[in-house]
């Protein structure tokens, strides 16, 4: 326990971490930690947050392996276990806590996957993506709901967001965006996409939409189909582009690109691929 909460670094396989858990265990207001000893030493940490909720765990055991469980939340405040197996080697003094770079990159997206879970309304299962060339597809119906709750979270106050006109209350085009969350989230934890979860950075989101098309309205039917545009090696790590198009009544309302950079990881150099879908240019002359 004293080496785990000391060491300056953990060795991940041939590499060097910096030691989070040090982060972890940081002293915060209003949190209680608490030592268990077994054979007059310690064997259990357990910490607690402001509310009497346990937050982590840590188990030193005989043969040296130490867990780590984190107790994440969910949205929905469904309690998802993380749990990370050091092991604990004195021969090494300056760097005696050893972990699996493989195993932890497994448990993550593992973790990521349970909370995609967790998060759905009804508990929907996890259909991992295992072919680049997958299409997903899924519907979304606009509520005032969540139209209103979306507005005040935002901050965005517009009066025709909550005030109905003609008995018509309108959704904020944003909706593009967030009818697409669910399948986006399920593409960046699929096989294809492999590890690097929490390593990644959101580039850019290129909307299109299309000419004519009226603003979202509360009880507006959506239909959304998704592809993968390219998964890449950039010099930082891999880059995946998603692709989707948003319908409403069987007519097009959008089109969307979002990239995803992966820090320090990298897709198999068989396994990359680019995809350069042809836009339709529309030329109005005098």
Known sequence: MHALVTASAIVQDAKYAENYIRKLLRARPGRTATVHLGSGLPSLLTIVDTNGVLELTIKCDADRTIRLTIYHKSLKTVVVPFSLEFTYNPSQNLTPIHGSKQRDNELVRQLCIDTWVANADDLTPFV???????????????????????????????????????????????????????????????????????????????????????????????????????????????????????????????????????????????????????????????
């Open 128 to 286: 991992d993506v295992v072919d680049p060339n997958t299409v997903v597809k899924s519907s979304y119906t606009i509520t005032e709901e969540h139209s209103r709750g979306f507005c005040e979270s935002v901050g965005n106050q517009a009066w025709q967001y909550t005030f109905a006109r003609d008995g018509i209350l309108q959704a904020p085009m944003e909706y593009a965006h967030i009818v697409f969350t669910r399948d986006m989230l399920r593409l960046l934890q699929s096989s294809v996409f492999g590890f690097g979860q929490v390593n990644g950075v959101h580039m850019y989101n290129d909307v299109t939409l299309e000419d004519g098309a009226r603003m979202f309205q509360v009880d507006d039917e959506l239909a959304v189909t998704a592809t993968m545009n390219g998964l890449t090696n950039l010099r930082p790590g891999k880059k995946i582009k998603l692709n989707w198009i948003v319908e409403r009544d069987g007519k097009k309302v959008a089109t969307i690109e979002s990239a995803f950079l992966v820090r320090s990881h990298y897709i198999d150099i068989g396994n990359a691929f680019e995809r350069y879908p042809q836009q339709l240019i529309t030329i109005m002359l005098p």
